[in-house]
């Protein structure tokens, strides 16, 4: 049955201006109803239109009634008919996406908002909506695909908010394809759809997200840990198309960024959740692999994420509950991640990995008198392996107890870390200066920077005084000193970089995207 465009666009009018529906749900539903082929596509035959005009000028109310139509001829199947089709299916599309924002809006006037939502379950439960979206996956035509995906997500969360069981066609085709990568293309679409049902259940302000969440993940947590595998498993070099892996690399990677973000709401955490935590090994071992460096990059800041507990921070709406208390303990998880972020450094990752950026072109580049550019280091990649390592170092230090065992890893990590980083920072004027050099630019990431560095100076003074291992008069400053890490130092350089500006500090001081004052409080109890 194909729509009118007449009677989609006024139904797209009043929607978004959010208006009340006065008519019956189901009229509104022949009109919502994408008509699919069996290759996903539209239908577009000139018969089904005319059947579909004669049937609905019979059934429905003038208030809805379609436009007449001249009655095309049979052979008449030509690119604009089609494009016209293609046309409809979209608008039914927007259509669908805007009543659902307008239902899922917390501004919006009940009584019609009541009537949106009523229309929603009307079309899932008559129309077989979800089975339609599906099939459009397979189009060639992107726009639609990505449109029929989008719109199918939405729907999902709307069941999930609903307390409707989820789509069993839905739920099948996430465990065939999830479970056939590498061999099935159709995987993408399964990743596209439950990354944006998650973001739009962490951005909810409501209070059933754990059961939203339990509901949604129970079907698919088998499923993911196969997918996982599969995709960690990988050979790269084997494989023509590279271009394939790496789309498939950054799906994955953004959907994990949810999955584990999504863990604050449910104890215990479901496999797929804990994914970053129970294979970090392998998860490090795609920063050997010969991908570009936007998937490096993606893979390092979701484990910075992960280790300095802030995942799905910007994704949330109002207050999000922390993976654990200010400076407790590490967990077993984030300490599995800090202890194979170590052994993978252990191992010669930081030698076998490139910050080398690449020259801009839109003048972000330095270019010399005869025309030649200076590409500049990758600071993203700088700045987020060295807070990684920081902070996994803070977090082995947390859960160890052995003076000598600390002393010997710092000056191994630490070593291994001003290796990496001396090529890109020239003319350093003392060991400590790293710090604020690379970090200059990204306040929030110095800050947790130094204050892992205060972190690991504290334990390990404290842990040596205790034991009573240092002589008379012979303190820690000089190892910390040369391993990149005094604190006295490492402050002094922050202030010079700022120009010793007291409306700079202040700034900090105030600000609530830092955590400066901490940081600010816990230095000067050491002088």
Known sequence: MIASCEVLEQLYKTVLLGATLESDSHDYVCHLTPAVSGQGGPSTTSA??????????????????????PTAPVCWTTSSQRSSARETVLLQLTVIQVMLARVFSISMESRSKEKYRDVIKTLLQSAEVDSKLICMFQNSDKLLSHMAAKCLALLLYF????????SDSWIAFCQKHLSEYPESDKAVYCLYTLTVVIKEILKDTSSQKTEIIKQLLTPLDTTFEVFCNSVLSQHFERCQDTSKITNGLMSFLGLLELLT????????????????????????????????????RQLILLIKRCLLCKVGEDLCRGPVPAFSPPDHPADADTLALADAVLRAVDLGLLKKLSAHGKPSCFGGDKVQPRGERICVPDYVILRAVSLVLMKSLEIKFQNCTSANEMKAALRRFMSELLAFLRPHLPSLHGPCEWLPRVFIEQDDDMLEAAKASLGIYVKLTREHEAAEHLGPGETWDRHVHESGCNPHCIFLFFLKNVGFDSSVLLDFLISSETCFLEYFVRTFALF
């Open 261 to 296: 973000a999504s863990g604050v709401h449910l104890k215990p955490r479901f496999a797929c959740q804990r994914a970053v935590f129970l294979k970090p090994s392998r998860m490090l071992g795609v920063l050997t692999w010969p991908v570009p460096a936007f998937v490096k």
């Open 48 to 69: 089904e239109w005319s059947d579909a005009r004669g049937d609905q000028d019979r059934r429905q109310p003038s208030s809805v009634r379609l436009a007449p139509v």
């Open 159 to 166: 069941q999930l908010r609903e307390k409707i069981p989820l």
